[in-house]
């Protein structure tokens, strides 16, 4: 039917790994050749909860590798670091834009003006610094095994939410974006992310909870400022709940015994 919204085809197995390739391409710095690419539009989003994953697996490696050799604090910061250079720091920036452009009463248009420039103002900057220090401060304090353990649920997680968010939250750029204007996600891969979104806060429910409510609380602001989100509230909304759900992770291993029932991991590491 002629002006129907494109929609995302399946087509077995190679369609799959196409996806999981072309997500890892767009999330990571990681070169991924155009042949293992899906040439299907939009169809990187069902490949989102394996891709945020394997970015967690591979960091948590990292950490473990980095706590061989150095104190807790420095490998936080290696933790840190190689998040940036593997993601090419690409959610801080989608932060930095959204509290630059929703800082202030700005009119729509301005507001997706400034969403769209790529220069950082003063509360950009501003929440670049507090992110890094949250991030920072979480996983100095942590016990090792929890980051560990915890890392890929809660990076899963955070890709794997932004994927009903953009039903719940209109695209509202018409030009080139991350997702090709008109095209609606089908409900099948909805659904898929509803229920691996679930799984995880099953996996770590006081930490995924915290980081749910902090990201609707955002999301609000989005309908409100822009009447949706951009690729920059999605990418911004990766970032706050990865801080999210780190910080209550931290608060909730200092709450001791008391948590275990509370958060199953965390019981069983003890």
């Given at each position: 039917?002629?002006?129907?919204?494109?929609?995302?085809?399946?087509?077995?197995?190679?369609?799959?790994?196409?996806?999981?390739?072309?997500?890892?391409?767009?999330?990571?710095?990681?070169?991924?050749?155009?042949?293992?690419?899906s040439?299907?539009?939009?169809v990187?989003?069902?490949?989102?909860p394996?891709?945020g994953?394997?970015?967690?697996?591979?960091?948590?490696?990292?950490?473990?590798?980095?706590?061989?050799?150095?104190?807790?604090t420095?490998?936080?910061?290696?933790?840190i670091?190689?998040?940036?250079?593997?993601?090419?720091?690409?959610?801080?920036?989608?932060?930095?834009?959204?509290?630059?452009?929703?800082?202030?009463?700005?009119?729509?248009?301005?507001t997706?003006?400034?969403?769209?420039?790529p220069?950082?103002?003063?509360?950009?900057?501003?929440?670049?610094?507090?992110?890094?220090l949250?991030?920072?401060t979480a996983?100095?304090?942590?016990?090792?095994l929890?980051?560990?353990?915890?890392?890929?649920?809660?990076?899963?997680?955070?890709?794997?939410?932004?994927?009903?968010?953009?039903?719940?939250?209109?695209?509202?750029?018409?030009?080139?974006?991350?997702?090709?204007?008109?095209?609606?996600?089908?409900?099948?891969l909805?659904?898929r992310?509803?229920?691996?979104?679930?799984?995880?806060?099953?996996?770590l429910?006081?930490p995924?909870?915290?980081?749910?409510?902090?990201?609707?609380?955002?999301?609000?602001?989005?309908?409100?400022?822009?009447?949706?989100?951009?690729?920059?509230?999605?990418?911004?909304?990766?970032?706050?709940?990865?801080?999210?759900a780190?910080?209550?992770?931290?608060?909730?291993?200092?709450?001791?015994?008391?948590?275990?029932?509370?958060?199953?991991?965390?019981?069983?590491?003890?």
């Open positions: 039917m002629r002006g129907a919204a494109p929609r995302i085809v399946r087509r077995g197995t190679p369609q799959v790994l196409g996806s999981l390739f072309s997500a890892l391409a767009f999330l990571t710095i990681i070169p991924m050749p155009e042949s293992l690419k040439k299907e539009k939009g990187m989003f069902a490949a989102y394996a891709a994953f394997l970015i967690g697996a591979l960091l948590s490696l990292v950490y473990f590798a980095a706590t061989l050799v150095f104190p807790p420095v490998a936080a910061v290696v933790l670091a190689a998040s940036l250079l593997l993601t090419g720091a690409l959610h801080l920036d989608g932060l930095a834009d959204c509290a630059d452009a929703f800082y202030g009463k700005r009119t729509r248009s301005a997706l003006r400034i969403l769209k420039d220069r950082i103002g003063t509360m950009g900057g501003a929440a670049i610094g507090l992110s890094l949250a991030r920072f996983l100095s304090s942590l016990p090792s929890f980051i560990v353990a915890g890392l890929p649920v809660i990076t899963m997680f955070s890709r794997t939410v932004v994927v009903p968010a953009m039903r719940v939250l209109p695209y509202v750029r018409t030009g080139p974006g991350i997702l090709p204007a008109r095209m609606s996600l089908p409900p099948g909805i659904l992310a509803m229920i691996v979104t679930g799984a995880s806060i099953i996996l429910p006081i995924l909870l915290a980081a749910s409510l902090v990201l609707a609380v955002f999301w609000r602001i989005s309908w409100n400022r822009i009447g949706g989100c951009t690729g920059d509230a999605l990418g911004a909304s990766i970032e706050i709940a990865e801080i999210a780190l910080l209550t992770l931290t608060a909730v291993s200092q709450g001791g015994s008391k948590w275990d029932n509370l958060f199953p991991i965390l019981g069983f590491l003890r």
